[in-house]
């Protein structure tokens, strides 16, 4: 079965500190990985997908296939980082669809 | 210049009464998506379109319809609504492509009493 494991509903930390949101997988091939965010009364919008291996908004995400792990992290967290996180994994049974995890609120505190 | 656009942005109603929600999207994408966030704010998706054919359909109860007219606009019909519909949707387009990120609408809130 294809799921997204977020196992922390709601993280705290405060300013300049490190942050790791946890997202873990379960798919059969091989996964296609995003972590979308959702600030306060925006939109969710991308935030950035393992196979770009890129780093926004100082936020990285390495795929660990032996863990089956695709952590969000950040070395110093700040305030504007406060949303609601979600890692996603793109399933290619059924058409394709993207499978979400129920998402980490993040809230870093001044 | 929106992206992708829904209306309303909230929609109170009662029971039983039938609504919809319009999406339209203007990014030339060929893939439209229908999204639930509940209260616990997971996401899952509903339905899925591409250049206007249903090519994914979780299992939403038959009560919600979704109209793709043509390849920019998925509107969804709901029949009979019930308390338990009450939801954020999510109406989101992309490219067929699993690398193709979703671009996301702002959200209905839907509220039934």
């Known amino acids: 079965a294809q799921r997204v494991t977020q196992p922390e509903k709601l993280l705290s930390v405060f300013k300049g500190a490190p942050v790791e949101l946890k997202c873990n997988y379960s798919?059969?091939?091989?996964?296609?990985l995003f972590w979308y965010v959702q600030y306060s009364r925006q939109r969710l919008q991308l935030l950035l997908r393992h196979i770009s291996r890129e780093s926004i908004k100082g936020f990285t995400a390495d795929l660990n296939k032996g863990e089956t792990s695709f952590h969000l992290k950040k070395p110093f967290a700040q305030e504007e980082d406060s949303a609601m996180y979600y890692c996603a994994l793109f399933s290619y049974n059924q058409g394709g669809k993207l499978i979400f995890g129920q998402g980490t609120e993040l809230s870093v505190k001044p | 210049d929106t992206a992708v656009s829904q209306t309303p942005k909230y929609l109170v109603t009662q029971m039983g009464n039938d609504k919809s929600i319009k999406c339209e999207q203007n990014l030339g994408h060929d893939t439209m998506y229908w999204y639930k966030q509940d209260s616990k704010k997971f996401l899952k998706i509903m339905f899925s379109?591409?250049?206007?054919?249903?090519?994914i359909n979780e299992t939403v109860p038959n009560r919600f319809s979704p109209k793709s007219p043509d390849k920019a606009h998925l509107n969804l019909h709901i029949n009979s609504l019930e308390l338990g519909d009450s939801a954020v949707y999510f109406c989101?387009?992309?490219?067929?492509?699993?690398?193709?990120?979703?671009?996301f609408g702002n959200g209905t809130r839907l509220t039934v009493t």
């Open positions: 379109y591409n250049n206007k054919e249903l090519i």
């Open positions: 989101a387009s992309s490219l067929r492509d699993s690398n193709s990120p979703l671009h």
């Open positions: 798919y059969s091939g091989s996964p296609e």
